[in-house]
């Protein structure tokens, strides 16, 4: 069947097709998509929206979970009734007692009459007398809170558990759709959300919405219920004194209304500051050796906290806010505590309306309403912080990828020639539209030649290989594949019939045969080895301890350059590609092997198309067609003694690259010797609380019982009166207090978090560099623990340490008050704390046993997703999405476990210390009832190196002193270093220069002059933005020619002793390599300078050349006098022949 056929719907090439024609819906889909990303002021989801996420089985766990917590709710208001009652008893009790008191008075057939036959007996009011038997009423009603604390211990558990369980299931499913949807992103997404943002995301703010809808609603709807309850039955028992009680109601709304928003948008502004933080730590600890060569730690540590203040202000605010309405709620409270005081104190005595205990039922059921009504705000905080963690959880959740690697849509061709094309192709980058990297380009790559693209730093060849990966679609005009758009194509289909190697190469924190293995999924064990041999790899890794199975440790640190670019190379080859991109592919390996793996290359190239871009002659004269680029254009093609006649770009190239080597071998320009970098080491690498106010309700009680027990009607008044100026002065005290609490513990808790935050970055910082090479250090795992511990540390030790004072200041009080009156009865309800304390104390040791289970691998887990989003280009590049997504979704399933075990612990250790103050109560009111009529008791008592990176067995003297003994601060200071894979960071191109130099203020005549030494002064000025440019993360805008001139910029900034140049040069054209050359050679002058280096016109005007093989110098003189010597050296210039 023919692809006409196959593919009718697809138009060729200049045919009307106007689908993928450009008509700039694209990038105005890009730049409106940008300009919301940049307003940050995006608005909030409603609450309900938190539980978008909920499965049939969640909303049947959330609905028994919400009964459950409906009847515990119910159960508070309940014993109210029970306690009006109680109260009643004891007053008539207490009455009766006080009245036989009285001399001549006595109780005979049940009535208190006087003995004195003179008097009236119609003067005692026919009091009743000898029908109450306190004892057995108390033993009812304690039967009644046992009742209560059985049902209390059931429904508390489920409540908790059921929505642990909840929230766990739906917490795992947002952090898969979450890291499904970022992983199916287009690579320009990327460049406009920093990998240390997406990091913090997954683990900070997932958490904050997981605070959100766990335990929390339980809660907050058992305390709404309580409230609701308590004000249904005030109004019950009697609505007039309901009435004047609420009426502060409505002001307690209203300030709960206000602490939301505010508490939210402080919220919000404090996420924020803390993403940036987080990118800012990933970003320097991804670029470690990068920082410490260049003594950045104290400004990095400078520009960590910066943000971190920021957080700080936000959260102290938050705090302030939060401490002023508790305060001004508590105040509210003790004012209506005296209103509701006088006014029923009124009803009771003046009007008869009410009994004494239907005046503690209303009061207390209105004041247990209130007040849980204020303690179910505090969860608004939760709230409210989870729904602005959610907020840009959910928008990316919802976005639609501009190209969505992951689509199962578009066609995938039957056979495939390989041939591509560019037709008018104009393109900029997402993230900086106003510069053209592809200006109208029009280019062919024929079906199984190989193509070599050549041209200066910034011409866009590189950009050209990520057009034809689809990792952006041009701007106008488009790529097509066999005559098709390739947009029309299925994006996971064209990939996998592309395989790339790029001159930075990218490696994964596993073995050795997986990272082959990436490049097809189910190659066996002798097609790696075939790959690796094709490359020129196998010998070194046999040479290996454990062979393909060595791990090759974070970013392939543990591996040289030459060798992680083998293995690249053999993990595209392993694939056997249609299309082959090679990206400066053999930059870095040596002659010998350069000239190997060009051979393989050669050998695949029939049936395949491969597009090289490449500066090495050696590499180009190879290709069947020579492409020059200029300005994002194609200005030139043709083979190489076609483009030299015409003398253009290509001819330019050629004669400057020939001009510095004419004493030497053509295959010598570019190579790097594989023993430069050798292994490191021949090993394998590697109980909400809220305020508790129950004292406040029993002291209340005792004053009202106490008064109502007075049998002159003018002292009762006087004590009431009392009582209200007493409730007035405490709700002053408490908006005080309560204001300071929460502003002091917010401050506390903040400064803390800083602190620890701080602290631990700046010690991560100070470790040696060989700390990071052990894969538990990975950049993913750092960040999540600077952005978790410090967190959960500050959960603990904010305001949470205030609530423990509040607490323990209820039960320090309480307990000398009721050793005061009864020792006896307070014993028994002593015997009971160690029963709450055990509570706690096992919910707290086996919490902490969960939360070390979920940091380990929640840890794991976020190491994966630095892994696939700081190389998500190689990721999309080998198509392998869908298999970090299961290794992320495997270790998720982890904390999942511990999850629902933690669930039924926590709902467990909560139901238990709520029903045991229902038992506490039982049990005193029962051996209460007995101490009354038995021992007296009243019972109102009842309520009663050469950066110094790696240190071996070995010494290293700098001008006679041992390295070790240097201060490694002042070495690393008088050290420059130019390295192969140039690192900057996500800031503009004038304060990359400057990190050259982090001991002063470094003016910007020295900038330009810096720039103009290392050629890239007059690229600068070409920018719109000039030299406040933002590079991107890890220089993502720039080219690598572009990134090296800054980097080399950075270390002539820096006017060291000692400059290291590690491959300076290896990433720039002909041209800019000559002139940058000969700025080195001049920044050279009076400085101790040591060159790595594979151009041996590079290294043969060096004083002196070291030959090194197996880590031991071999060799050591001049150019001349090894050349004369006829060894290692001769051999290595004149045929490229590896050193034995």
């Not at 990316?396 to 591509?420: A, F, N």
Request: charged share 20%.
């Amino acid at each position: 069947m023919s692809d006409s056929v196959i593919l009718r719907s697809v138009k060729k090439f200049g045919e009307e097709n106007r689908g993928f024609e450009s008509d700039g819906s694209y990038n105005n889909d890009k730049n409106s998509r940008l300009q919301n990303e940049k307003k940050g002021d995006s608005s909030q989801i409603g609450f309900f929206q938190l539980f978008r996420f909920s499965s049939t089985t969640d909303i049947w766990l959330m609905s028994v979970g919400s009964l459950c917590a409906f009847l515990h709710g119910l159960a508070h208001p309940g014993v109210l009734l029970i306690f009006g009652t109680m109260t009643d008893v004891f007053i008539d009790y207490d009455t009766e007692l006080q009245e036989l008191q009285i001399p001549g008075k006595a109780c005979v057939n049940n009535t208190i009459v006087w003995t004195n036959s003179s008097l009236n007996q119609n003067m005692t009011n026919g009091l009743r007398c000898g029908l109450l038997d306190i004892e057995s009423e108390m033993i009812k009603f304690a039967s009644y809170y046992a009742g209560t604390a059985v049902a209390v211990l059931i429904t508390g558990y489920i409540q908790i558990c059921f929505w642990v369980i909840a929230s766990a299931r739906q917490i795992q499913k947002m952090r898969k759709l979450y890291f499904r949807k970022v992983m199916r992103m287009e690579i320009g997404w990327f460049d406009c959300n920093s990998v240390g943002e997406l990091n913090t995301r997954f683990s900070d703010d997932i958490n904050k919405i997981n605070d959100a809808i766990a335990d929390q609603m339980a809660i907050f709807i058992q305390r709404m219920t309580t409230s609701l309850g308590g004000f249904l039955l005030g109004f019950y028992q009697g609505w007039k004194l309901t009435l004047v009680i609420i009426s502060v109601s409505p002001l307690i709304g209203i300030g709960a209304a206000i602490i939301g928003l505010s508490v939210s948008k402080f919220t919000d502004h404090e996420l924020k500051a803390y993403a940036k933080a987080g990118s800012v730590a990933d970003e320097v600890i991804s670029s470690i050796r990068t920082v410490a060569a260049f003594g950045g730690e104290k400004r990095e540590v400078e520009r960590y906290e910066k943000n971190l203040v920021f957080a700080q202000r936000w959260g102290i605010r938050k705090g302030i806010v939060m401490g002023f309405f508790t305060g001004f709620m508590w105040c509210l409270i003790f004012l209506c505590y005296a209103l509701a005081f006088w006014y029923g104190s009124k009803l009771v005595l003046d009007e008869g309306e009410y009994t004494a205990g239907t005046l503690v039922q209303i009061f207390l059921s209105v004041i247990v309403g209130a007040l849980n009504l204020g303690n179910a705000s505090s969860c608004l905080e939760a709230f409210a912080t989870g729904r602005a963690a959610a907020t840009s959880i959910f928008e990316t959740i919802d976005q639609k990828p501009v190209i969505d690697c992951m689509s199962e849509d578009g066609y995938k061709l039957d056979r495939i020639k390989g041939e591509i094309e560019f037709h008018n192709v104009s393109f900029h980058y997402p993230s900086r539209p106003e510069v053209k990297i592809l200006n109208n380009l029009n280019m062919i790559v024929k079906s199984g030649e190989m193509t070599a693209v050549v041209g200066s730093s910034g011409a866009g060849k590189s950009t050209a290989l990520q057009l034809i990966q689809r990792f952006y679609d041009p701007s106008e005009g488009m790529v097509t594949l066999d005559g098709h758009d390739i947009r029309s194509l299925n994006i996971q289909w064209l990939r996998a019939q592309i395989g790339i190697v790029e001159q930075e190469p990218v490696l994964f924190s596993t073995t050795i045969a997986d990272n082959i293995r990436y490049g097809k999924e189910d190659a066996t064990m002798d097609d790696i080895v075939q790959a690796a041999k094709e490359a020129n790899a196998y010998s070194f890794i046999m040479d290996l301890p454990q062979q393909f199975d060595t791990l090759v440790g974070e970013g392939g640190g543990q591996m040289s350059g030459g060798q992680k670019q083998r293995v690249a190379i053999a993990r595209a080859l392993v694939r056997n590609p249609k299309i082959l991109l090679l990206d400066m592919a053999t930059s870095a390996l040596d002659n010998e092997s350069e000239a190997m793996v060009q051979e393989a290359l050669s050998k695949i190239q029939h049936g395949h198309t491969i597009v090289s871009v490449a500066h090495r002659l050696s590499t180009v004269r190879a290709a069947d067609v020579i492409i020059g680029f200029e300005h994002g254009t194609a200005v030139e093609r043709g083979t190489h003694e076609e483009l030299l006649e015409r003398k253009g770009v290509y001819f330019t190239l050629v004669t400057l690259q020939s001009q510095g080597d004419q004493a030497l071998n053509e295959e010598d320009i570019k190579g790097k010797d594989e023993t430069e970098d050798a292994l490191l080491e021949s090993k394998e690498t590697f109980s909400r609380g809220s305020y508790q106010a129950s004292l406040r309700y029993y002291f209340l009680a005792f004053c009202l019982v106490k008064t109502f027990s007075l049998l002159d009607k003018e002292e009762q008044r006087s004590q009431i009166n009392g009582v209200c100026l007493l409730f007035v002065a405490m709700g002053c005290v408490s908006l005080f207090t309560q204001f300071l609490q929460g502003y002091a513990f917010a401050k506390s808790g903040e400064l803390l978090t800083k602190r620890l935050r701080k602290f631990g970055f700046r010690a991560i910082l100070g470790q040696n560099i060989g700390w990071f090479d052990d894969l538990r250090n990975s950049p993913g795992a750092l960040t999540t623990r600077l952005a978790t511990d410090a967190s959960q540390v500050q959960g603990a030790a904010g305001s949470q340490i205030g609530m423990m004072v509040n607490s323990f200041t209820n039960i320090t009080v309480a307990m000398i008050i009721a050793f005061l009156f009864s020792w006896k009865l307070s014993l028994v309800i002593v015997c009971f704390l160690p029963f709450l304390a055990l509570s706690g104390a096992a919910q707290a040791r086996m919490l902490t046993g969960f939360a070390s289970q979920d940091k380990q691998a929640l840890e794991v887990a976020g190491q994966i997703t630095n892994e696939a989003l700081s190389h998500i280009r190689t990721v999309a590049g080998i198509g392998k999405e869908r298999q970090f997504i299961d290794a992320f979704e495997r270790e998720l399933e982890k904390p999942f476990k511990t999850a629902i075990q933690k669930a039924n612990v926590y709902g467990f250790c909560f139901g238990f210390s709520q029903c045991i103050v229902f038992v506490a109560n039982s049990a005193s009111y029962r051996y209460g009832g007995y101490l009354i009529p038995n021992e007296g008791l009243h019972f109102s008592y009842v309520f009663s190196r050469q950066k110094t990176a790696y240190h071996g067995a070995f010494r290293q003297m700098i001008d006679g002193h041992d390295s070790k003994k240097v201060n490694v601060e002042f070495l690393r200071s008088n050290i420059g270093i130019v390295s192969q894979e140039p690192v900057l960071f996500a800031c503009s191109i004038m304060d990359n220069i400057k990190y050259g130099d982090n001991t002063k203020e470094i003016p910007m005549e020295k900038v330009i002059e810096a720039s103009k030494q290392a050629q890239l002064h007059d690229f600068v000025m070409s920018l719109p933005e000039k030299y406040e440019t933002n590079v991107g993360t890890q220089g993502s805008q720039l080219s690598r020619g572009e990134k090296q001139r800054i980097a080399i910029a950075r270390a002539i900034v820096r006017d060291p002793k000692i400059l290291l140049l590690d491959e300076a040069t290896s990433a720039l054209d002909t041209e800019s390599e000559k002139t940058v050359q000969v700025a080195l050679d001049k920044a050279r002058e009076g400085r101790t300078c040591i060159v790595i280096a594979h151009r041996l016109s590079t290294i043969q005007n060096s004083n002196i050349i070291a030959v090194v093989s197996q880590g031991l110098v071999i060799e050591k003189g001049t150019h001349k006098e090894l050349m004369a010597q006829k060894g290692a050296y001769y051999k290595l210039v004149t045929t490229g022949a590896p050193i034995s």
